[in-house]
């Protein structure tokens, strides 16, 4: 049985590429708003790329933050990747102050006021996670200019960038955050993404 992703469409996010990764991948990936189609994913993901306020307002706008919280509940596994994985958080300080979903409780924060975070960079495991682990000593690919701070109580993976450190993977129960993106990081970030699928699902 293919696993089908939800990819959740709020109007913001690179949904194509990471649609075609996972095809190419062997699941099942459909893209929308509607929460019919989505309500019999295996796993729900959040995309990349944008900016926190409007895709927040466009996520309340199609209630999806209230679809989001009824498929964890029920136990529903959920990826955000680089906005994706932000919106997951409490509140951002991009642009003015904006509340987000609050699953992770925590706020994102600049890194730096002058540049982004753009490039190939690793991950340095803090916790013990066996899955994630082996991935530590590659590259992943980051296009980003707010994180998460380090140390965090869902911190599994930090990267460093300048002279500041940041949280690049998150996880907290059945649910994943990626600062980087999986589906732009060639062979291991794809091994990673599916890797992750697999175990957030219970998958064999």
């Known amino acids: ?16 590429s990471i649609r075609n990764s996972l095809s190419k991948l062997g699941f099942k990936a459909i893209v929308s708003s509607d ?5 019999e994913s295996n796993l729900l993901l959040l995309p990349g790329v944008g900016a926190f306020k409007p895709a927040m ?3 309340k706008e199609k209630k999806l933050d209230s679809f989001i919280y009824k498929k964890l509940d029920q136990g529903i596994p959920i990826i955000g990747i680089c ?3 932000q919106l997951l958080g409490r509140s ?3 642009n003015e ?4 979903l609050n699953i992770i409780s925590e706020d994102v924060f600049p890194l730096d006021q002058e540049s982004c975070h753009i490039g190939w960079n690793s991950t340095k495991c803090l916790k013990k996670n066996s899955l994630l682990k082996k991935f530590e000593n590659y590259d992943f690919y ?3 200019s707010y994180a998460f701070l380090t140390n ?4 599994i993976c930090e990267t460093s960038f300048k002279t500041k450190k940041f949280s690049s993977i998150l996880l907290k129960d059945k649910v994943a955050g990626l600062q980087f993106h999986p589906e732009k990081s060639q062979f291991h970030g794809l091994d990673l993404l599916k890797n992750l699928i697999f175990d957030l699902c219970e998958y064999a």
């Open 1 to 16: 049985m293919k696993l089908k992703i939800g990819i959740i469409d709020y109007g913001i996010g690179n949904w194509a």
């Open 92 to 94: 951002s300080m991009e």
């Open 152 to 155: 965090l109580e869902n911190t």
């Open 57 to 59: 307002a466009s996520i």
């Open 83 to 85: 906005l994706g994985m």
């Open 142 to 144: 980051f296009n980003h």
């Open 35 to 39: 929460h019919d189609q989505l309500k």
């Open 97 to 100: 102050h904006t509340e987000g």
